[in-house]
């Protein structure tokens, strides 16, 4: 053995209970009690929780997006990661025009290889579906890329997908055992209402939000989970943020269907208030936060099981690249920064009784491992899985700063953010990755999974 966790409380999704953790190489091959090897390291986890290390589902590192591209390169995005208690991140490979589902993921994954500090994934974004696309999707799940994802919006941007080659997305991914992730909200709602904000001079923050309500990303979703039905495949929402869309996952859920919705920590911390603020640009992403009525529906969400993931939606960019919207909402990167702070902010949460731990780790770990193909060497702590571990210390105390933050970004919408509780430590694959506020990893170590296909 190389390395014993020792008195420390481990929390998977489903247990709560005292015990040491051995580790050799790269796997947990013992969990015990009083496990003894005098050439072990020996880390100490007393009045500590070992947990799961986090995935990440969605991120947008280096990503060209709104005029420049997303400030966390994939060693500041996945270093980061490894700071937040992330230890496997999913990055979206968007597919260019004309290109092919493995040559977009060996074109991004050429940046990131050398750079990545944990492991990664990619889901491919479709965004150009040819005939000979269709056809790959077969390869690309047995190259490892089990999942892809397809934009409702961003028509100018040349990413949007119309509802036919949505539901062709839909269908092929199912016969191949990939899942499909959707941004839904409705492309055409937004443009007329930001042409009209625009000629009326309403330019500031919050006509970003005015211009994606409510009910312009229900409709999306109510779209998106309609498909899926007709179709009957599975569907994977991302980033919900809405109270209409929640309800309709509710139901469908509630009638069978596989439906899979995913929330980011933004919207449960944040409400569209945060538009109204002088910097109410740094908060601007898509879908915006929504008003509090959407924020408890979230919450509740969570609580019911009617939400399966936590991801971040990770896409930084500076103050000077926000500030080019200033004076024009249309202007600004749509984009948030998070990869830091999700784990930490939801574990917060459960230590002071919102949810259970079990719950955090269920949400933030165990169902997007498995959701996406790569459980159980990914999201528990059992013997043989990778160990990608995260030691909890729910006595400390900690405010976010974006100088106690480790992204390439010089602010933070997290600023000032009171936790109860921090990570102490995370391990990738069995090396000490973060340890008490210091970042201790190494760009090239993190490897590109190979997931599986769903069965
Ligand atoms: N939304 C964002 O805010 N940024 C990146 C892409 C997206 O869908
Ligand atoms: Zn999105
Ligand atoms: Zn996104």
């Not at 995935?55 to 980061?80: K, N, V």
């Not at 509740?300 to 009617?306: E, P």
Request: charged share 25%; aromatic share 10%.
């Amino acid at each position: 053995m190389d390395k014993i966790i020792k008195n420390g409380t481990i929390i998977t999704a489903f247990d709560t209970y005292k015990a040491d953790v051995a580790i050799e190489g790269e796997k947990v091959v013992m969990i015990a009690n009083n496990i003894v090897d005098d050439k072990a390291e020996i880390i100490d986890a007393s009045d500590k929780y070992i947990l799961p290390g986090a995935l990440d589902a969605h991120t947008h590192l280096e990503m060209p997006f709104g005029g420049t591209i997303s400030s966390d390169s994939y060693e500041a995005g996945t270093r980061a990661a490894a700071c937040g208690g992330v230890t496997t991140v999913f990055d979206f490979a968007l597919q260019q025009k004309g290109e092919g589902i493995i040559q977009t993921a060996k074109r991004r994954n050429e940046l990131c290889e050398p750079q990545a500090c944990v492991d990664y994934a990619f889901h491919v974004a479709i965004t150009d579906l040819t005939t000979e696309v269709l056809n790959e999707f077969k390869a690309a799940v047995d190259f490892g890329i089990s999942s892809f994802k397809v934009f409702m919006v961003y028509k100018k941007e040349g990413l949007m997908v119309d509802d036919g080659v949505m539901c062709k997305v839909l269908k092929k991914g199912k016969e191949v055992g990939a899942m499909i992730a959707v941004h839904a909200e409705n492309p055409d709602l937004i443009d007329m209402r930001t042409e009209e904000f625009l000629i009326e001079g309403k330019t500031s923050a919050w006509y970003h939000y005015l211009s994606r309500p409510e009910f312009v990303e229900a409709e999306a979703d109510i779209r998106a989970i309609h498909w899926a039905k007709s179709l009957n495949t599975p569907l994977y929402i991302v980033h919900l943020a809405n109270k209409q869309g929640m309800e309709e996952v509710k139901k469908a859920r509630d009638e069978g269907y596989e439906i899979y919705a995913e929330t980011c920590p933004q919207y449960l911390h944040f409400t569209s208030d945060v538009y109204k603020r002088e910097d109410g640009r740094n908060f601007v992403c898509s879908p915006p936060m929504k008003g509090q009525e959407s924020q408890d529906a979230l919450w509740q969400g969570i609580k019911s099981g009617d939400i399966a993931t936590i991801a971040t939606d990770h896409c930084p960019f500076q103050s000077y690249e926000k500030d080019w919207g200033k004076d024009d909402f249309t202007k600004i990167p749509n984009g948030c920064m998070g990869i830091e702070n999700m784990y930490p902010y939801m574990l917060s949460e459960a230590n002071k009784g919102r949810l259970s731990f079990n719950r955090v780790v269920e949400l933030c770990s165990t169902n997007p491992a498995k959701i996406y193909g790569c459980a159980p060497e990914k999201g528990t702590i059992a013997v043989g899985s990778d160990a990608d571990i995260v030691i909890y210390d729910p006595n400390k105390e900690f405010t976010v700063s974006k100088d106690n933050m480790h992204s390439d970004v010089d602010h933070t919408i997290w600023e000032g953010l009171k936790l109860k509780g921090y990570i102490d430590t995370t391990l990738s694959r069995g090396r000490i990755v973060f340890k008490e506020g210091e970042f201790l990893g190494q760009p090239g170590w993190g490897k590109f999974l190979k997931r599986k296909p769903r069965a």
